[in-house]
């Protein structure tokens, strides 16, 4: 019985499973325990089943094999993995384990690990091979994520024209309130899904509004992790850094990740809370020690000389009231490669993307734009240039809407 299966069921085809395998007491029962009762039942009747999950290795060097369906937090269906194991396969905190499993033992609380069938979907022996993530060498994206779908989708033709992301950028968008971030970041996931199927998406919301979270799951297809304003700041820092980690050990496989944070300045605000106090603060009541995590959470997006990358898109708050947030912001400003700037004053106008386009920008934009489309662009920027943020946007949704494609555009760009 593969757990991964069920923690997909609802609730119903859940509770049908469990009367027929006449498990008794399970009206008003939490998800977790029911999966954890039938995964026993069919244990009982079946003998071995197979599990999934990601590996967090605890200070007493045993580690359990953790849930994206919990967001990677303790539950009762988390499956044990040995210090044998971890040693035998040089295993690290954010692998993917998966393999046979038998049930718990009297006594026992958890499914116990028997046989590691694969490792981040390879196999376990290629472990030992791998580089640390440390060790690997950063490079400048060269290889695009393009995100132009349909004619109509103007935000992401505007991206792939104005800021291009590469494959290992460490991209910034900077939003004040209600200027259409989280649509934005909706559309950006569905671009890359649906362009590049290869590439793992992993949407991280920390300090999110839990119908946002829902809405997320509902609209994007990739793997989406969360932590709730109304959950603690160490709940916060425990799902960022162990879905880093995993980022970190999928690179070290040669595979593409991408991780759309949201925000950074949450994230930033949950480790000033966690750290331990250095008496030193900065303005706004920020902690000097506190910015170090999240900086290293960003800084890990890189292009990878060996192969693979881990491109880290973040949304930064500002204009929220919060000397704190500005002063986040600034420490970050200037630490991507991509700055995306929005704009609340084209927001409340009614022009999407409120994408100020203007103070937009990739850097080592050559690396990723065929020069014969990079001197046409650059003449784009130039018309632009000397416009407000609403009448750019305006010139360049009505320029854009007339072709079906930004090739065509740009083959066309002479005669408008």
């Not at 937090?73 to 044990?80: A, G, Q, R, T």
């Not at 440390?134 to 695009?144: A, G, M, Q, S, V």
Request: charged fraction near 30%; include cysteine; glycine fraction near 6%.
């Amino acid at each position: 019985m593969d757990i991964t299966k069920l923690k997909n069921m609802n609730m119903t085809e859940l509770s049908k499973i469990a009367r027929e395998l006449d498990i008794n007491g399970i009206s008003g029962i939490r998800k977790q325990d029911l999966i954890f009762k039938i995964l026993q039942g069919k244990a009982e009747k079946a003998g071995l089943m197979f599990g999934e999950g990601t590996l967090e290795i605890l200070s007493e060097g045993f580690g359990f094999l953790r849930s994206v369906n919990y967001n990677y937090l303790p539950c009762p269906d988390d499956i044990y993995i040995s210090p044998s194991q971890i040693r035998r396969f040089d295993l690290k905190t954010g692998d993917t384990v998966s393999g046979h499993i038998r049930p718990p033992k009297e006594g026992e609380k958890y499914f116990a690990l028997l046989k590691v069938e694969a490792v981040n979907y390879e196999n376990p022996e290629k472990c030992k091979e791998k580089v640390f993530f440390d060790n690997l060498t950063p490079i400048y994206p060269k290889d695009r994520l393009t995100l132009e779908t349909t004619a109509n989708e103007i935000s992401m033709r505007l991206m792939d024209l104005l800021t291009p992301i590469g494959k290992g950028q460490r991209a910034l968008i900077v939003a004040p309130p209600y200027s259409g971030k989280t649509v934005l970041l909706q559309k950006i996931a569905n671009s890359i899904m649906q362009n590049h199927p290869d590439v793992v998406l992993m949407v991280l919301l920390i300090d999110e509004r839990p119908e946002e979270v829902t809405d997320m799951q509902r609209s994007v297809k990739g793997e989406v992790v969360s932590s709730t304003f109304d959950e603690p700041a160490e709940r916060h820092v425990q799902i960022a850094e162990i879905v880093l980690e995993k980022a970190k050990r999928l690179v070290e496989h040669k595979r593409d990740v991408v991780i759309l944070l949201d925000s950074i300045t949450r994230l930033a605000r949950a480790y000033n809370t966690v750290v331990p106090h250095s008496g030193k603060i900065l303005s706004g009541g920020v902690d000097s020690n506190a910015l170090h995590k999240p900086k290293r959470f960003f800084g890990a997006a890189r292009a990878v000389e060996e192969g693979g990358s881990l491109t880290v898109i973040a949304t930064s708050l500002i204009d929220t009231g919060s000397r704190m947030d500005e002063v986040i912001f600034e420490e970050f400003k200037g630490t991507g490669n991509m700055e995306l700037q929005l704009d609340r004053n084209l927001f409340q106008r009614r022009i999407y993307p409120a994408i100020d386009m203007r103070r937009s920008n990739t850097r080592h934009e050559e690396g990723l734009i065929p020069s014969n489309d990079l001197q046409r662009i650059w003449l784009l920027r130039k018309a632009i240039h000397d416009l407000n943020a609403a009448e750019a946007m305006e010139l360049l949704i009505d320029r854009l809407s007339k072709f079906k494609s930004n090739k065509e555009f740009l083959e066309n760009l002479s005669k408008l």
